[in-house]
């Protein structure tokens, strides 16, 4: 194992010496602190421009505090004594022969140990008054004596090459952020987010309950910024320095777990030494997580030389990744990590572009909670029943099957293209562009609705219908992003589900019992059916044909305009109760919902097939049923065959529903309590896709006044 300090670089035999660290205690007056950082700079600044600047900084100051405060009110969080960490973390029977074969590698920091009473720190004799940078120095200190330190079990270890940067004034590259320090992989190329181990964090005053709300915010955001950077994360480690206290915290999906080591500086000036022995007890206890592999310790990959080359072995229910540069068919070569919103906690998914068997492919690890079905498992299901629309899977599995009640996933498939939003956003803005992409438009339409339809039938359900998850790739287009979907057990084909359960080690029926029990809103605000927005939670398959509708409608709107004129996304920033009697109100007006999606222009095809989408959502024996979909807990809309085959189209419909369907449907019709009565022959009830899931609700229609749409 090699191990280095960045600031000093010492060599592996020798240690930092300890003059140097009493003269940067004796020049405390001196060193520029990190909180004082952004005044300073106004400092500088030229009279005439200190106020805007001030005003500046203030305001800074001021989102920089309210976005740590939203971070730490998501965040559930418990100490845990160090026991249950190391069981916690899987390290227990590591710690065991750790303690058992390194007894007294810390014995060279007996005599260097600081105290550290009331607000002045001693060492060698000398005193200053307590900075947090000298924190971080006496924990550089360690650092590099415990590098240089050769002992039978240390020299064993494996090679990862971690090097320590002290950032109390400077901030993590490409970032504002300026932790206390960082622990960097040494064989990178460089010092960046990609390359961070686990982080420092340093508070002069001791925070005896655990981090406060302050303290636990900068270091939830400093952690945010590694998840967002490194798709290979279990958890992110940040060592936090306080007073005379060191505490491990982990910030895993579930939120944070915080475990005190004890006191790595001496309080007392008694000559007993009793506090140096707790300090070096306590050092010892840290030096076991400073020593962890990255793929114990963090990660569930080897990435101390990056995390380029991967190779995916094993069955969808136990998969094992290695960092493997030999060129082979099965490698996985990384070529892009794909920017998006990668949360402190809870569920979180990663998009990368990857070439693989010699053609570009798309990646893609999934953190849910372990009560979820997998994501691997729907596109399993849906592939053996040939449904529209899906990508080809080449691999899937479980990598992480349990860590805090998280499970992370992978997926490799074909590349998909690009998302109807970026499409649509590029192509948009072309001169003479309108028709083709009125043509898109139209077979996204098709396209998802049978994907979406089929899907129904065999007792899958979407749930996430946006523009981010419909692609385009050479005119093919994709439903992707099938991770709040939603299995329907009691539809599905006994034999299909006995085989998914065998191949993934899931219950889909216990699965679907916790779904429905626990079922909440899931979906992008924006593009939510009416129903979902006001919290009615028992969907169907029309809940997702409704957001194939505000979908085609958002990315029409972007056609002619410019980014900045584009701008009925801002609806999805308003409360899901206004936002569901907006849209009830832009659906009550046949002729204009176009232009209240700020929609401008339409071919006349594309609009005959958008009022034949909006009359089988919103009309039923001709009268407007918005109010009853602001209530109603059930949703009894159906479709006949008439109104489809417009949608679909011939090929399509059929597909949908083949012949031997139609005919099974026409004999099961008597049966009232499976079929819902209708005005019109040969009637395909596509609620029926669900039935065993959700019952009918009977009831009058009845026209609705404009008024009483926005009426709560």
Not at 112 to 126: A, H, M, V, Y
Not at 250 to 266: D, E, H, K, M, V
Not at 276 to 295: D, G, N, S, Y
Not at 445 to 465: E, M, P, S, Y
Request: glycine fraction near 6%; include cysteine; proline fraction near 3%.
């Amino acid at each position: 194992m090699t191990l280095s300090n960045s600031e000093w670089s010492p060599s592996r035999n020798s240690a930092q010496p300890v003059q140097d660290l009493v003269e940067s205690f004796a020049n405390a007056q001196s060193h520029p602190t990190a909180q004082s950082n952004s005044f300073m700079e106004y400092k500088a600044t030229p009279n005439a421009n200190r106020a805007g600047e001030l005003t500046r900084l203030m305001e800074n100051e001021k989102e920089l505090k309210n976005r740590r405060h939203k971070l730490v009110s998501s965040l559930s969080g418990e100490e845990v004594d160090f026991r249950e960490l190391l069981i916690d973390l899987n390290l227990e029977e590591q710690y065991t022969e750790y303690t058992r074969r390194s007894v007294g590698i810390c014995d060279g920091l007996r005599d260097r140990i600081p105290k550290l009473i009331g607000d002045e720190l001693f060492i060698e004799g000398k005193k200053s008054a307590a900075k947090e940078w000298m924190l971080t120095n006496w924990f550089s200190e360690i650092f590099t004596h415990m590098m240089g330190v050769r002992h039978e079990y240390l020299d064993a270890q494996p090679d990862h090459g971690y090097v320590l940067k002290k950032l109390e004034t400077k901030s993590m590259s490409g970032t504002a952020a300026k932790p206390d320090g960082a622990v960097y992989y040494s064989d990178y190329l460089n010092t960046k987010l990609d390359s961070i181990h686990m982080l420092i964090e340093a508070k002069i005053r001791e925070h005896i309950n655990g981090p406060n709300d302050d303290a636990l915010g900068q270091m939830a955001d400093y952690a945010q910024l590694v998840w967002q950077n490194q798709p290979t994360r279990t958890f992110v480690p940040v060592v936090f320095l306080h007073g005379v206290w060191v505490d491990l915290v982990i910030f895993a999906r579930c939120g944070y777990r915080y475990a005190r080591l004890g006191q790595y500086i001496s309080n007392s000036e008694d000559s007993s030494n009793r506090s140096t022995k707790i300090a070096l007890k306590t050092i010892h206890r840290l030096w076991f997580f400073m020593i962890q592999p990255p793929e114990r310790f963090g990660h569930f990959v080897c990435v101390s030389q990056g995390w380029k080359y991967l190779r995916f072995e094993g069955s969808r229910s136990n998969t094992t990744v290695e960092y493997n540069t030999d060129i082979s068919s099965d490698r996985v070569d990384i070529k892009k990590l794909f920017k998006r919103d990668v949360p402190i906690s809870r569920r979180a998914a990663y998009v990368l572009g990857v070439n693989y068997r010699g053609g570009k492919a798309v990646l893609k690890l999934s953190w849910a909670p372990v009560e979820r079905q997998p994501e691997g498992a729907l596109y399993d299901i849906l592939a053996r029943e040939k449904i529209e629309c899906l990508p080809e899977v080449y691999r899937s599995g479980i990598i992480v099957r349990d860590f805090l009640g998280y499970r992370l996933e992978y997926i490799l498939m074909e590349d998909c293209g690009e998302s109807l939003h970026t499409f649509f956003s590029r192509c948009g803005q072309m001169a003479n562009r309108e028709s083709f992409l009125y043509d898109c438009a139209s077979n996204v339409i098709k396209n998802v609705c049978a994907c979406l339809l089929q899907a129904a039938k065999v007792g899958v359900f979407h749930r996430d219908v946006s523009t981010g998850n419909i692609t385009i790739r050479e005119g093919k287009v994709f439903l992707i992003d099938w991770g709040f979907g939603k299995v329907v057990s009691s539809t599905l084909d006994e034999r299909i589900k006995q085989e998914i359960n065998s191949a993934w080690e899931i219950d889909l029926d216990k699965i679907t019992h916790n779904e429905d029990a626990r079922d909440n809103v899931t979906g992008t605000v924006l593009f939510m059916s009416i129903r979902v927005l006001m919290g009615l939670t028992s969907r169907s398959v029309f809940d997702d044909i409704e957001s194939i509708l505000y979908v085609v409608l958002v990315v029409l709107s972007h056609i002619g305009l410019s980014k900045s004129e584009a701008n009925v996304s801002e609806m999805g920033k308003v409360s899901h109760r206004h936002q569901a009697y907006w849209k009830t109100g832009c659906m009550l007006d046949g002729d204009n919902y176009l232009s209240s999606f700020g929609v401008s222009k339409c071919s006349d095809s594309l609009r005959c097939l958008l009022d034949d989408l909006r009359r089988m959502l919103f009309v039923q024996e001709g009268k407007f049923i918005g109010k009853k979909l602001l209530s109603c807990k059930f949703d009894d809309r159906m479709a006949n065959e008439g109104a489809l085959k417009k949608i679909l189209g011939n090929v399509l419909y059929v597909k949908c529903f083949p012949v031997s369907d139609l005919a099974s449907s026409n004999a099961e019709g008597s049966n009232a309590s499976r079929k819902r009565k209708s005005e019109t022959e040969d009637v395909t009830d596509t609620d029926n896709i669900n039935a065993s899931k959700m019952p009918k609700t009977q009831g009058n229609q009845e026209n609705l006044d404009p008024d009483d749409v926005f009426s709560p």
